[in-house]
């Protein structure tokens, strides 16, 4: 099995349509497409699927640049709601029956369902962002240091805070997402301890909208700033959206999260709050896994695990605000600098 430590930097694709499969499909263990050429690439969207300005829309910019760049085809597929394992498999059974190579799954809850298919099509690579449980030869584990980018986030909001009091709101509570608070929690603690942090998980699982709820988000952060808090980080996917709303609404800061959300169109109404947003290259892991297998002929399989010094997860510095702030950079600097050199050892829970 080949194995690989690190994601290449991909840059981002710009936003537009792409065509979609239904979720239908056969449970056959076979398929007349397997090992045929490519038709190009299958992906397979998380909870709030495509237009979260975040974490679906960071995978969909590696698909569109593959797309682009090796002039291949590809479809990528919407969740439905209240969606099965079941549902899932015959997602990517229908992809891997239509002759798409590399298929990937955008988000952990796809883990079983890739075990599944992917089982049953060995000569089809498939992807899975943010797991890796499944160990296969025709699968690719893309995992990343969430904790390092949301220390710099932490970071980030000490700096910017006024009232020493920020937040951060988790759309599930699932160890994914506690990484993203630990990071966040010890890189605040790291300029001054004595900062209140206020915490909240949306929901207990992803089947209860934590990730793709906006109004779930704002209210969280509407109670958060009620609170005090003055700067908040959202890790809650589409949900996120409703933190930045209020964020805005009440002009105080948000940091957004995977996606560069000051630079995304749809959110251009609450870019003014936005500080910066902790950076994770899903779209460079999707892009890689599908070079690897449409030009390199050499398909990545394993565990793939993104950090900071290889570039795979970092900190936004689209706002000016941000970037011109003497005191926030050299701040950020010296925290990349010592997560670099491993005398900054950032917690994962």
């Not at 009620?226 to 409703?242: C, N």
């Not at 959300?261 to 290259?281: E, M, V, W």
């Amino acid at each position: 099995m080949r194995r690989v430590s690190r994601i290449a930097i991909a840059g981002a694709a710009t936003a537009a349509l792409a065509v979609t499969v239904s979720a239908c499909g056969s449970s056959s263990t076979s398929s007349s497409s397997e090992g045929s050429k490519s038709k190009g690439i299958g992906l397979a969207y998380d909870i709030g699927g495509k237009g979260d300005q975040s974490f679906n829309d960071a995978a969909y910019a590696g698909f569109q640049k593959a797309e682009d760049e090796f002039k291949v085809g590809g479809r990528d597929v919407e969740p439905s709601d209240n969606e099965t394992d079941a549902d899932k498999v015959q997602r990517l059974e229908q992809l891997a029956k239509s002759g798409y190579n590399p298929i990937i799954g955008v988000g952990f809850v796809y883990a079983p369902a890739v075990k599944t298919v992917a089982a049953k099509y060995p000569k089809i690579t498939f992807g899975i962002i943010d797991d890796n449980s499944v160990q296969a030869k025709n699968v690719a584990d893309m995992v990343f240091h969430e904790e390092q980018s949301s220390y710099l986030a932490g970071v980030a909001a000490a700096k910017a805070t006024k009232k020493n009091h920020v937040g951060f709101v988790g759309g599930v509570d699932i160890p994914l997402i506690h990484k993203f608070q630990a990071g966040f929690v010890q890189g605040v603690k790291s300029v001054d301890p004595k900062i209140k942090i206020e915490s909240q998980y949306l929901t207990q699982t992803p089947q209860e909208g934590g990730f793709s709820s906006p109004d779930k988000g704002e209210s969280a952060a509407n109670g958060q700033i009620e609170a005090g808090a003055d700067v908040i980080y959202a890790a809650a996917g589409l949900s996120g959206q409703g933190v930045m709303k209020s964020a805005a609404a009440h002009k105080v800061w948000a940091i957004g999260v995977d996606s560069d959300q000051y630079k995304q169109g749809a959110l251009a109404k609450y870019k003014d709050a936005i500080l910066t947003s902790a950076l994770k290259n899903v779209g460079g892991a999707v892009y890689d896994l599908s070079k690897s297998v449409i030009k390199d002929k050499k398909p990545l399989s394993g565990e793939i695990r993104g950090d900071l010094k290889s570039g795979a997860v970092g900190i936004a510095q689209s706002n000016p605000a941000f970037k011109n702030n003497a005191d926030i950079q050299a701040a950020i600097k010296k925290a990349e600098e010592g997560i670099k050199n491993g005398t900054i050892v950032v917690k994962t829970s």
